[in-house]
């Protein structure tokens, strides 16, 4: 069954690092997103990517954040800067444009 | 705005009983709604979805969900438990106000089975 999958499972950085979260979604799938979860929290949607732009983002995305496709296969999730309070499960997702996502296995960032 | 809420943030059955896993919803129109499990260091797996149409509808390993308008609610249930269903158990919902693409989750439920 088509996958989703991240890299790295889990990252420790030090705050104020840059960090890339890697993901490879369906390979016939056009939509993508990525949701955090902070640990003992919600899962929350950050931003969703459709046809090489941002199609809506949340809040929390902010100018730290930043998303990209930069080949055919690859959507990434950069952190510019990472503060303690990015440490969180960075989940990405793909459609075909349907209701239903598929999720990764998720990324552990951990900022210290 | 939508929002999703999930009542008991753990569950506790023993083996071969009834889960049943509470979740209502808020949203001025019928929106989707969703039941993913997450399992102990595993992703985001969809278990069941409703959409459009029949109002019960069955999931993955034996799990079943009925939306139910009046109440607001999409409850998730199990006639047996089994020991393989210890996880954590998300409701979420995608709707007209937020999109269809994004979802909401609930805050979920963590589900303990004790032989």
């Known amino acids: 069954e088509p996958e989703v999958t991240q890299t790295p499972s889990h990252q420790v950085t030090q705050m104020g690092q840059e960090v890339i979260l890697r993901c490879v979604p369906i390979s016939n799938h056009l939509y993508f997103y990525w949701y955090r979860q902070i640990l003992g929290q919600k899962v929350e949607f950050l931003v969703s990517f459709y046809n090489n732009e941002i199609s809506e983002k949340s809040e929390i995305f902010d100018d730290q954040f930043s998303v990209e496709r930069p080949d055919g296969s690859n959507f990434t999730l950069k952190i510019r800067s990472t503060k303690l309070e990015d440490s969180a499960m960075y989940f990405c997702?793909?459609?075909?444009?349907?209701?239903?996502?598929?999720f990764g296995a998720g990324s552990r960032l951990t900022v210290l | 705005a939508q929002s999703v809420t999930q009542l008991g943030s753990h569950v506790s059955v023993s083996e071969g009983a009834l889960v049943l896993l509470r979740c209502n919803y808020s949203?001025?129109?019928?929106?989707?709604l969703f039941w993913y499990v997450q399992y102990p260091n595993q992703g985001l797996q969809l278990l069941l979805k409703?959409?459009?149409?029949?109002?019960l509808v069955k999931g993955i390993n034996g799990f079943e969900a009925e939306f139910k308008k009046s109440e607001t609610s999409f409850h998730l249930t199990k006639p047996s438990a089994h020991m393989s269903d210890a996880a954590e158990y998300f409701c979420a919902v995608s709707g007209p106000s937020g999109g269809y693409n994004k979802l909401i989750f609930g805050a979920g439920t963590r589900l303990a089975v004790h032989p």
């Open positions: 949203s001025s129109v019928p929106p989707y």
């Open positions: 409703y959409t459009t149409g029949a109002t």
């Open positions: 997702a793909s459609s075909d444009g349907g209701p239903v996502l598929t």
